[in-house]
């Protein structure tokens, strides 16, 4: 599965900041760096809440802010 996140993760990202392919040397990027501004990391969390069934607070928002501390919140729940 956690595969699986990883590509949620990235394909949510990569839908809502056009142009932009992330691969594995960039999970560890702050999304600022990837080019995510706040519109889109909300578009982005609202993409892998309906892609997961995982429900996001503005709370958890706050601390998610690599590709892969994003995947890793999603294996926790």
């Known amino acids: 599965m956690s595969a699986d996140l990883e590509k949620v993760v990235i394909n949510a990202i990569e839908k809502n900041v056009a142009g932009l392919h992330i691969d594995e040397s960039m999970m560890d990027h702050a999304l600022g760096e990837l080019g ?42």
């Open 36 to 77: 995510v501004d706040s519109l889109d990391v909300m578009l982005v969390m609202m993409d892998i809440q309906e892609a997961t069934g995982i429900t996001i607070t503005d709370d958890d928002v706050e601390g998610l802010v690599t590709p892969n501390l994003i995947v890793s919140f999603l294996r926790s729940k």
